[in-house]
């Protein structure tokens, strides 16, 4: 399995804006279905910094590969990028090694 991380820190008066972009626009879902992701979630920092994680566990490199191809990815980044005032997010790529479910 993959795991994928995206974080990018924006001013706290924008997020609201940008996890309602990611609704309207059903970023995460369409990663989840267009892509064959197994799951996915939005997180903010506690601490009011303005951090924002994206995570995604893909069941394959393959399975993440069909969503950065994919031409819908490239449009809302876009749309994404305009609400973040050229905030560029870190990504990175992670082979899950070990887990438990509780």
């Known amino acids: 399995m993959i795991r994928t991380i995206l974080t990018f820190d924006v001013p706290l008066d924008r997020i609201d804006s940008i996890l309602e972009a990611y609704e309207r626009e059903q970023i995460l879902q369409r990663a989840m279905e267009e892509a064959g992701g197994i ?5 903010v920092a506690t601490d009011n910094s303005g951090r924002v994680l994206v ?3 893909w069941p394959d490199e393959e399975a993440y590969q ?7 990815r490239a449009e809302s980044n876009g749309r994404l990028g305009d609400l973040m005032d050229g905030v560029v997010g870190i ?3 992670f082979r899950v090694k070990i887990g ?3």
């Open 39 to 43: 799951s996915t979630d939005i997180a």
């Open 100 to 102: 438990a479910e509780g």
């Open 55 to 57: 995570t995604a566990l």
């Open 91 to 93: 990504g990175q790529t």
């Open 66 to 72: 069909r969503w950065v191809d994919n031409p819908f």
